[in-house]
């Protein structure tokens, strides 16, 4: 007899694609109507499992095993990007959802804003594992629209709730099941991916400052053009990078915003924001190196003032090493020759909490590598294939 309940794992999984659905996909962006509706839906299936469920004051539901342990805590978020894919997130939760329905000793968590609708990010996981202030509460505006996150709490009926906070103590690890995002599976002709890491982000901002003036009047020797001197640093950074970078590095930018942005003005100022991953710290301190030179170099060159800031830096998270062993065993027993190791190139809220405990992560294939758009899809046979690979590492991680 199956451990899994495959065919209720996919019941459940497509029942909550149906709060907020949009085209093939869904819309429930942090704290709104839908997001909160799938968080109340969510705590009935957990109660149908037998634990005790409730929603905490920052958002996230939180589903509690009755038993005695050793625990696990499985989980991932159920809040999406905007106009977006109906797994990224949702998949390990339900997941979460059917371990849990199979009689395991897990806990089940959906943490709240993982996808950074609002300043900071990752509000659930932080939270939970004490590290999110109330001055950071205070702070935080959503990205969407400036909507400061208290009132965001407020319209969504949980102002005044008590937030939970993890006791590492009562588990053994954390599983967290989640589409690759990414085509690396699906090339290889495979169906599971046993995650080794998760990669740190450090995330930057440049300006440049130039001088703003008439775009017919000023000769093209005259020009302090902050626009002009954005497009070279980005080529030269795009240039040199590989230079410095490893094998599965990637930097992106994310923004290019010129002052004042008419049509017939030469830009004052740019602004960019910018990023670059890798799972290897000492790769990523080579990046920066690399960043700063180019910088440097464009200060040299240029008439523009160009100016680097750091906006964050987050550290990579390895995956522990008995959790990996027991997703391969368990891969290696349902999908023989049809799985790999390797790297997460996206954040996710493991990466917070393995500050406090053991964390593994099981990859599914993403068709056609397609992810935060509402066509993110993942065939039924892989999504059933890797919940029970999930549920075969968990009881054996249990039980060694």
């Keep these: 007899m199956k451990l899994i309940d495959t065919a209720r794992f996919l019941k459940d999984l497509n029942e909550l694609r149906q709060i907020g659905q949009y085209k093939t996909g869904v819309h429930r962006p942090t704290y709104s109507p839908q997001d909160m509706e799938s968080r109340r839906w969510l705590v009935a299936r957990l109660e149908e499992c037998g634990l ?17 342990g050793p625990h696990l805590l499985a989980g991932s978020h159920i809040e999406s990007q905007n106009y977006a894919g109906w797994l990224d997130g949702a998949l390990g939760v339900m997941a979460g959802v059917a371990l849990a329905r199979a009689g395991l000793p897990v806990d089940v968590a959906a943490f709240a804003d993982e996808e ?81 890491g998760i990669v740190a982000i450090w995330q930057w901002r440049i300006t440049i400052e130039g ?13 302090r053009d902050a626009g002009l001197t954005a ?8 240039q040199e990078m ?7 590095s990637v930097w992106t930018t994310g923004r290019i915003v010129l002052d004042p942005g008419a049509p017939s003005i030469i830009p004052g100022g740019a602004d960019i924001l910018f990023q670059f991953r890798d799972i290897d710290v000492p790769t990523l301190e080579r990046m920066e190196d690399c960043l700063r030179r180019c910088v440097q170099e464009m200060n040299r060159r240029e008439r523009c003032t160009v100016t680097l800031h750091n906006v964050s830096k987050s550290l990579p998270a390895l995956c522990e090493p008995k959790m990996m062993a027991a997703l391969d065993a368990a891969a290696e027993k349902l999908a023989p020759g049809k799985w790999q190791r390797m790297p997460s190139g996206a954040g996710h809220d493991a990466q917070y909490i393995a500050r406090v405990m053991p964390v593994a992560m099981l990859f599914t294939p993403s068709i056609k590598g397609i992810s935060h758009h509402w066509a993110e899809d993942t065939k039924e046979e892989d999504l059933a294939l890797c919940c029970e690979i999930l549920g075969e590492a968990a009881k054996s991680y249990l039980e060694g």
């Design 52 to 68: 005790e469920a409730e929603i905490d004051g920052i958002g996230n539901v939180f589903g509690r095993h009755k038993g005695s």
């Design 231 to 238: 497009v070279r640093l980005l080529a030269m950074i795009d």
């Design 211 to 223: 001088m703003q003036d008439h775009a017919g009047g000023t000769t093209m020797a005259e020009r």
């Design 116 to 196: 950074g609708h609002f300043e900071g990010g990752f509000l659930g996981s932080k939270s939970l594992i004490g590290i999110l202030s109330e001055e950071e509460i205070d702070r935080s505006r959503s990205r969407n629209d400036g909507q400061p996150l208290r009132e965001a709490l407020a319209a969504a009926g949980l102002a005044g709730k008590p937030r939970l906070q993890l006791d590492p103590s009562r588990y053994k690890g954390f599983f967290e099941m989640h589409i690759e995002q990414g085509t690396q599976l699906e090339n290889a002709g495979l169906r599971a991916g046993v995650v080794t």
């Design 242 to 248: 590989p230079k410095a970078c490893g094998p599965r």
